[in-house]
């Protein structure tokens, strides 16, 4: 036998989440083909088998937690197995169904899967009275889980809350010759008020589902309230008159597209305005370790990506020294990566400052929190066409609204409005970008 652990992830990873196994129990596994997806805090990885063999067991469902080092399934390596025919009789008897149900294993081991026979002898439940939907017509948790929710079964009890309900509710059965028991007087139920505003029935589904919750969910909600603990958070907002930045890609997005194979996007005008602002304002660059500061004279800038199962944020490596195109084209590959969940977790360590941008969701206005141990993160919203005051007149403009959460503990209030109006400066006048005025 060959057994597939949980392998390390790096120093600060210790627990995974198996987000999706590729093969089932009886499978054939080609040497180096993949078995099986993980997700940690940081990014999905898929682990491949070493030799070829069959899936004997899984040890870990889909859904649950294992710790680095953990089994998660067991291959029994050997030859390929040779299809076997398909009996007369078998095909008979699917031509003449539009749905057939596999049989399943003559052994118990072999068709209930283990998280189902958890959840069977948590319910006491046969399985025999269970169907089974999984592949070669093996017992998952979710059909027993659908199987206790459609039978509105109690752990232990292994009959419905109905049922038992109503076996409570039944009167003593008088034995022969024993003297009868005094029936206490019931007391009669209080009317309820003939009133218009009395209690409706309830109406329609009222189905829970327990599901759970996934890594990235998991790190998302721990360093939230992390950064909510532990930092002075605070934001301030400004807005900007995007009519230049439209104008400027309007007229340069072709050459542009034809020079670098890569069209030009917004985010790389916000993130060398955000270089010139952290070089300006270097403390919202910076970050608390103890009792100390570290001063950074390196941007890594973290770009927000929305992904296949949530919101990533790798980073971009010293963008005071990359191009335009060299931002559009990194942030172009992170969200292919995303997408697909293959973004790794070296691409999301470390970073000095973040940009999200909530505005492709259509958000007018946010606060957006802090990433620890960054000491800053910059909010963009939609471009929205309002009317302002310029030069005495009523105009109407893209516009769009900024915010700056920062760490009251390093950055002062005078510092964030000064990155904020830096923003708004370079962008109303993107030239400054190139002349570095």
């Known amino acids: 036998m060959f057994e597939i652990k949980v392998p390390e992830f790096g120093e600060s990873i210790q627990e995974v989440q198996v987000a999706s196994w590729m093969k089932q129990p009886g499978d054939w596994i080609e040497k180096g083909e993949d078995i099986v997806e993980l997700e940690s805090e940081k990014a999905s990885q898929a682990l491949s088998s070493e030799k070829s063999g069959t899936l004997a067991e899984i040890k870990v469902s889909e859904g ?35 749905t057939a149900i596999a049989t399943p294993p003559a052994t118990k081991a072999d068709w209930i899967m283990p998280a189902a026979e958890r959840v069977l002898d948590e319910y006491q439940i046969s399985a025999d009275a269970i169907t089974p939907t999984g592949p070669g017509g093996r017992l998952l948790k979710e059909d027993v889980l659908n199987y206790v929710h459609q039978k509105g079964l109690k752990p232990g009890s292994g009959t419905s809350g109905g049922a038992a309900a109503g076996a409570a509710a039944e009167p003593a059965r008088v034995q022969p010759g024993a003297p009868a028991a005094t029936t206490p ?59 230049p930045v439209k104008e400027l890609r309007a007229k340069y997005k072709e050459p542009f597209l034809k020079k670098h194979g890569v069209k030009l996007g917004f985010m790389s005008f916000f993130a060398k305005a955000a270089v010139e602002g952290l070089k300006r304002f270097p403390a919202i660059n910076a970050e608390i370790r103890g009792d100390k500061v570290i001063m950074k004279n390196y941007h890594d800038i973290g770009i927000a990506i929305g992904g296949g199962k949530g919101l990533v944020v790798p980073i971009l490596r010293n963008v005071e020294r990359m191009s335009f195109a060299d931002v559009e084209r990194k942030i172009g590959e992170y969200a292919a990566l995303a997408q697909e ?14 940009i999200s941008n909530g505005g492709v969701y259509g958000s007018l206005l946010s606060t957006p929190i802090v990433n620890p141990p960054q ?14 005051a310029l030069n005495g007149e009523v105009v109407i403009r893209p516009m769009m609204y900024v915010a700056l959460t ?18 708004k400066e370079v962008l109303e006048e993107p030239a400054r970008l190139f002349l570095e005025v």
């Open 406 to 423: 920062y760490d009251h503990r390093m950055v002062d209030g005078k510092e964030a409005v000064g990155f904020l109006k830096t923003i």
């Open 64 to 98: 649950e937690f294992a710790q680095v080092g953990d089994l998660l399934c067991v291959i029994q390596p050997g030859e390929k197995p040779a299809a076997a025919a398909q009996p007369a009789s078998a095909t008979s008897a699917a031509g003449s169904s539009s």
């Open 341 to 354: 969940n293959k973004v790794v977790p070296d691409d999301l360590k470390g970073g000095t400052f973040t």
């Open 185 to 243: 007087q019931r007391r009669a139920p209080t009317p309820k008020p003939d009133t218009a505003w009395a209690e409706a029935p309830v109406t329609g589904s009222r189905e829970e589902k327990s599901v759970p919750m996934s890594m990235i969910r998991r790190t998302i909600s721990k360093r939230l309230v992390q950064a909510q603990q532990t930092a002075a958070l605070l934001t301030t907002f400004n807005e900007i008159d995007m009519l």
């Open 375 to 388: 000491s800053g993160i910059l909010g963009l919203h939609t471009i929205q066409d309002r009317p302002i």
